[in-house]
């Protein structure tokens, strides 16, 4: 007999966002964090609080710059995160 898959636990985070821009969103492993990218800002929920724990806003006026790449890390037995975010100047060329 198959089962259905059932929802155990179930955050919802209340977060102004505008549905035409491109977004990234990652859970942390471990559950407890989801990392949230946009247009020009990154941020770090805690799951557990329902807040924002950690941002980095670049300048939104400075379009030259473009997110590359953002990553992170677990350290310290689960006990904190290494977030590391690459931007590139757009308009730079050699």
């Known amino acids: 007999m198959s089962r259905k898959p059932s929802t155990i636990h179930q955050v919802i985070l209340n977060r102004d966002t505008r549905s035409?821009?491109?977004?990234?969103?990652?859970?942390?492993?471990g559950g407890q964090y989801l990392l949230f990218r946009e247009k020009s800002l990154l941020e770090c929920w805690s799951l557990v609080e329902k807040r924002v724990v950690w941002r980095y806003q670049r300048d939104s006026n400075d379009s030259s710059k473009a997110w590359l790449t953002f990553a992170y890390e677990?350290?310290?037995?689960?006990?904190?995160v290494v977030i590391i975010a690459i931007t590139i100047n757009?308009?730079?060329?050699?």
């Open 20 to 29: 035409d821009l491109e977004c990234d969103v990652q859970l942390i492993p």
């Open 74 to 80: 677990v350290v310290e037995e689960g006990r904190a």
């Open 90 to 94: 757009a308009g730079y060329s050699e």
